[in-house]
């Protein structure tokens, strides 16, 4: 056989195997999910998780946006454990709700307090375990004060502002009677923002405004005591908020789930952010109007 020929025949039989090799590779890329976007097809029910302190709302949002335009997500069931955290996150979280047409389910942990209420009063029904904190319904901010530490060590301090109120809530002074009473007024009218989404969330239960104000003073009530109150419309945990949803949408079987993971682990989120949080207003670096229980 002449030698070109032959290594025509070596080249074919090397794309040959190549080819061989090619099929038999992508065949197990495709098995094995790195072509697929992981999540079961059909119809199938969304799990957004908020857990820990809320003080941002960009990742929950992405998945309320994402999922509101999957259009095989016939429900969104929120998965709240979380004590609160600060105010406008927290209504940034609850305004991105309130714009979705998709039934949205809740399943209370250990605790949905404050701002974890809040954004839990978007849903079309709450379950509540019976020992879950809830509640809390209000708002607190938070003055750490170091003026008789200062004064113990020397130091002293000389303010130069541009107007009356600049260096209101110093932590190196007590409030005016003046000062006091603005930052009542902004807690107050932060405070009748919450009482509202409470009031919108709840018409289905015939809840009156004045009915809510009545136990909206702070306190904090196990999931047993919400119900009496109709904070919350049922009982149960996440399995039960689940089959919930699955039923009101229509899905037949064991429902398909699909959620993002987490990024941090729950201590992170909980224990860290409580930390950084205590730290911050030890040393005067962050004062924010919270919806948050006070430990």
Known sequence: MPKSEMEKNRIARILIYCGIFLIFFTIILFTSGLFSSGEPVGDKLALIEI??????????????????????????????????GVVAPTQEIYRELTKIEKKIIVSMGSVAASGGYYIACTADRIFANPGTLTGSIGVIM????????????????????????????????NFTPDEKQLFQEMVDDVYNQFLDAVYEGRKHTNLTREQIKSIADGRVMSGRQALQYKLVDELGGLEDAVNYAAKISGIKGKPKIIKKRPRTTMFERLIGTKIKNGIDDILGNQVSIRYELPF
Request: charged share 35%; hydrophobic share 30%.
């Open 51 to 84: 857990p820990g302190a809320i003080v941002s709302s960009n990742d929950v949002i992405d998945d309320i946006q994402r999922y509101n335009e999957d259009r095989s997500v016939k429900a969104i069931i929120l998965r709240i454990d979380s004590p609160g």
């Open 142 to 173: 938070n003055f750490p004060r170091l003026e008789g530490l200062t004064k113990k060590i020397g130091i002293d301090r000389e303010i130069i502002k541009s107007g009356e109120y600049k260096d209101s809530g110093s932590p190196y002074r």
